[in-house]
């Protein structure tokens, strides 16, 4: 069974950092495409970041490039993403997704297999 689950989500101020993983079980990341997706209060979910197999090849959505890092742990079959000099506008449900046919960005594509649960990112002073 594919099964995604983020943690690391919480409170923090703006222009702080926090890194939220995304742990795999019944698949391996390697061989995976990751994407990182977000939902704030009212709005659709966006893609926020994705990461191709078998190498190291990422994107970034333009809100986020330059900030976010997104990376990937072999060894403990997860996916990180890094988020340095957040804002309030960073607020929302991350989730991340996995599929085997690409980086899509649209959140409603039945290529992504499966999905996180989600965790929730507050930016708040």
């Known amino acids: 069974q594919l099964q995604l689950v983020e943690s690391g989500g919480g409170l923090v101020q703006p222009g702080g950092s926090l890194r939220i993983s995304c742990a795999a079980s019944?698949?391996?990341?390697?061989?995976?495409?990751i994407g990182w997706f977000r939902q704030g209060p009212g709005k659709e979910r966006e893609g926020v970041s994705c990461?191709?197999?078998?190498?190291?090849?990422?994107t970034y959505a333009d809100s986020v490039k330059g900030r976010f890092t997104i990376s990937r742990d072999s060894d403990n079959n997860a996916v990180y993403l890094g988020m340095n000099s957040v804002q309030p506008e960073d607020t929302a449900a991350y989730y991340c997704a996995a599929s085997t046919s690409g980086c899509i960005n649209s959140a409603t594509s039945s290529r992504w297999r499966t999905w996180g649960q989600g965790i929730q990112v507050t930016v708040s002073s």
């Open positions: 990461i191709r197999p078998g190498g190291s090849t990422v």
């Open positions: 019944g698949l391996n990341v390697d061989h995976y495409f």
